[in-house]
């Protein structure tokens, strides 16, 4: 079964980091781009980023270049989304989603998201 | 790169259909066919309902329609169900390998 599990819920405090990890099963990891994705208490969707598993190649949102880093570790087809100088705007939920199988502008599967909060 | 513009809400009586739009620039929306919706409940992951403007993945009710006119994309829901209450999300690529998602509408049926 296709699926992504993320890690679970984090507590932070502001100027820390946070880690978050997006183990894929059930497909070949390498073919498939993985994007990161956000959504604030009572805000939308916000496109983070995105990282091919192939050659680990990244592209992040200009907003949040320099604090967001994405990385992948093939050999247990997980990939991991590192977020620095937290501040209280980035308590969210963050989901990894795949890119979609009918298209390379898509993203289908998604993970189970992993709360992210920043508190003092 | 600032969120695509879509009305806040929607509505509409069971077995009604509701459009709702999704409004960029020519450097996302209007500058590729590249805009995909998604149907969003909080908490869960996003479920895509349409891809490249007007295609449906296998598995999506063609009830769930899709267009684009110059800078604006519009999302159709023909024959509304209770099922269909939820928040929907308009992304589009903008380019450079970077994506923009819209600020969201949020359906209620009536």
């Known amino acids: 079964q296709v699926r992504l599990v993320q890690s679970g819920a984090e507590v932070k405090k502001p100027g820390a980091s946070v880690k978050v990890s997006c183990q894929a099963f059930?497909?070949?990891?390498?073919?498939?781009?993985i994007h990161w994705v956000r959504q604030a208490p009572g805000q939308g969707l916000e496109w983070m980023g995105i990282?091919?598993?192939?050659?680990?190649?990244?592209t992040y949102a200009q907003r949040l270049q320099g604090r967001v880093s994405m990385t992948r570790d093939t050999s247990t087809s997980t990939v991991y989304m590192e977020l620095s100088s937290l501040r209280f705007e980035d308590t969210a939920v963050y989901y990894c989603?795949?890119?979609?199988?009918?298209?390379?502008?898509?993203?289908?599967?998604g993970g189970q998201g992993t709360m992210v909060t920043v508190s003092s | 790169q600032s969120a695509l513009t879509q009305p806040p809400s929607a509505s509409g009586s069971p077995g009604q259909s509701v459009t709702f739009s999704c409004t960029g620039t020519s450097s996302d929306v209007g500058g590729y066919n590249y805009v995909s919706w998604y149907k969003h409940h909080p908490g869960k992951a996003p479920q895509l309902l349409i891809y490249e403007v007007n295609k449906r993945p296998s598995g999506v009710p063609d009830r769930f329609s899709g267009s684009k006119s110059g800078n604006t994309a519009s999302l159709t829901v023909s024959g509304l169900q209770a099922e269909d209450e939820a928040d929907y999300y308009c992304n589009s690529y903008a380019g450079s390998d970077r994506y923009v998602f819209g600020t969201g509408t949020k359906v209620t049926v009536l």
């Open positions: 059930g497909y070949s990891f390498s073919s498939y781009s």
């Open positions: 989603l795949r890119r979609s199988v009918d298209s390379i502008v898509a993203f289908d599967i």
């Open positions: 990282i091919n598993p192939r050659g680990g190649t990244t």
